[in-house]
């Protein structure tokens, strides 16, 4: 059963049976059938086909981010942005796939060799709920300009999200099943991995699910790509502009309340200059409001879930009892819905719950270094290597320290993002693998050697 929950109100808005083993099997050769055909169609036909599927996104901008609003807590004003950037990922592949799989001759033996990039086939795509539209086309849209088609298994939060998006597809008159919503319960994945027609999978979500669905597809010898959420540093100096480093860190810990992969959630802070930007921090968090989702002035929503919300307070709480300090927030609100308030711990050090474990939502917590030394370090010292940011005005220091850092991208005196045009990804628990720019549209192509006599 797929439960939607209103986390402004805790209160049920559907459930709805998930597909049973012959709807699942009947889904996915849905989109088994319709690969052939899509992979024989012209890329720039594909190319058509996405740039349409862009244009219905934003005609329904309103309803799907009212759609978010309500199933996961997204302030408006943030899932409008969403929509316009998941059409953006798509247009950008529709203006570049061509570029990015042409043919890459290269010398031998041979009267001419070169390297081909066709599709796999269908993949399974298994979705978290915190950006329902994003992380959805930041899979699609890459895999389908390539050739692919597209099984959906969003995650069963969002329901209403992930039928959605199948339906823009069909008023985009895009090509009958070259993207499939699959509603199943969590318990079905194995069968949808292990079912012979999906070619590979793309999966976003906690390490523990990472896991799994790594030795599952293994064990079937099937590629994967992995994001595995983290645990990003951000990394202030002293010689840093601290307004410009406050505002963003601010930003990057808050938005979407906290509930971000690549959110800067340990700020790792040079002596010098600590107690300066602890008080920076704390008035910029003081003046975020907190409240519904549907209002424009509202900067923080709910957690999507309660279990989620009582994991961030007990890992908050246990932190507090390890010797952090909490400026702001830190209590659960008493009141309907799933809120947890904006909150700053500071003093918080590498034995601590906020430092050793990812905090999924509006919890920022800041650590002292003596130095930029102590700062990689520390940076450093984490299971994850999804994101990392440095400020400081050494342009030669933060480009030195940013190879030194353990991530899958730097930011230097800016926010940590994902951007079309650009390769997204982790290593150690963060996962692997890459998505989006020219690298993420190759992850799911055979990279295909041709030699001519």
């Not at 890459?104 to 709920?129: M, N, R, V």
Request: net charge negative; proline share 6%.
């Amino acid at each position: 059963m797929l439960i939607a929950t209103n986390p402004c109100t805790g209160k049920i808005i559907a459930e709805t049976p998930g597909l049973n083993s012959v709807q699942l099997h009947e889904r996915i050769g849905d989109a088994f059938r319709a690969a052939d055909s899509w992979q024989a169609t012209a890329i720039a036909e594909r190319a058509e086909v996405l740039r349409a599927v862009a244009t219905e996104l934003r005609a329904q901008k309103n309803h799907l981010a009212k759609l978010m609003c309500a199933e996961m807590g997204k302030p408006m004003k943030e899932g409008l942005a969403e929509v316009e950037k998941s059409a953006g990922c798509a247009d950008y592949y529709a203006e570049h796939a061509a570029e990015y799989l042409a043919p890459q001759t290269l010398p031998s033996d041979a009267s001419i060799s070169y390297i081909c990039h066709p599709p796999l086939g269908t993949l399974l795509g298994i979705l978290p709920w915190n950006a329902p539209l994003w992380l959805a086309f930041r899979y699609m849209a890459p895999a389908l300009m390539a050739g692919n088609t597209c099984v959906m298994k969003h995650d069963p939060n969002v329901p209403a999200c992930a039928e959605a998006i199948a339906k823009v597809f069909k008023d985009a008159g895009a090509p009958a099943n070259i993207m499939v919503n699959l509603p199943i319960d969590n318990d079905a994945i194995e069968t949808a991995i292990r079912d012979p027609r999906i070619a590979a999978v793309s999966f976003t979500g906690s390490g523990t699910a990472g896991r799994k669905v790594a030795a599952i597809a293994g064990s079937e010898i099937k590629p994967t790509v992995l994001e595995l959420g983290g645990s990003d540093p951000c990394i202030v100096l002293a010689d840093a502009d601290l307004n410009a480093a406050a505002d963003t860190a601010v930003l990057s810990r808050m938005i979407n309340a906290g509930q971000s992969c690549i959110a800067a959630k340990r700020i790792i802070v040079e002596n010098s200059i600590y107690d300066e930007f602890v008080t920076m921090l704390k008035t910029r968090m003081a003046k975020l409001k907190m409240g519904d989702p549907m209002h424009d002035d509202t900067d923080i929503g709910p957690i999507a879930r309660d279990d989620l919300r009582q994991n961030l307070h007990r890992q908050v709480t246990e932190s507090i009892e390890a010797g952090a300090k909490c400026l702001l927030g830190g209590e659960m609100p008493n009141s309907p819905g799933f809120f947890y308030p904006p909150t700053l711990l500071t003093d918080v050090t590498e034995n601590m719950c906020a430092f050793r474990e990812e905090t999924f939502g509006p919890v920022m917590a800041v650590i002292r270094a003596a130095d930029i030394e102590e700062a990689i370090q520390l940076a450093n010292e984490t299971p994850y290597g999804l994101g990392a940011a440095i400020w400081s005005g050494n342009a030669e220091l933060a480009a030195k320290t940013a190879e030194r850092l353990e991530a899958g991208q730097v930011a230097i005196n800016g926010i940590v993002k994902t951007d079309s045009r650009l390769p997204s990804g982790g290593i150690k628990g963060s996962g692997y693998g890459r998505e989006l720019g020219p690298h993420g549209i190759k992850e799911f192509v055979n990279t295909k050697q041709v030699w001519v006599k």
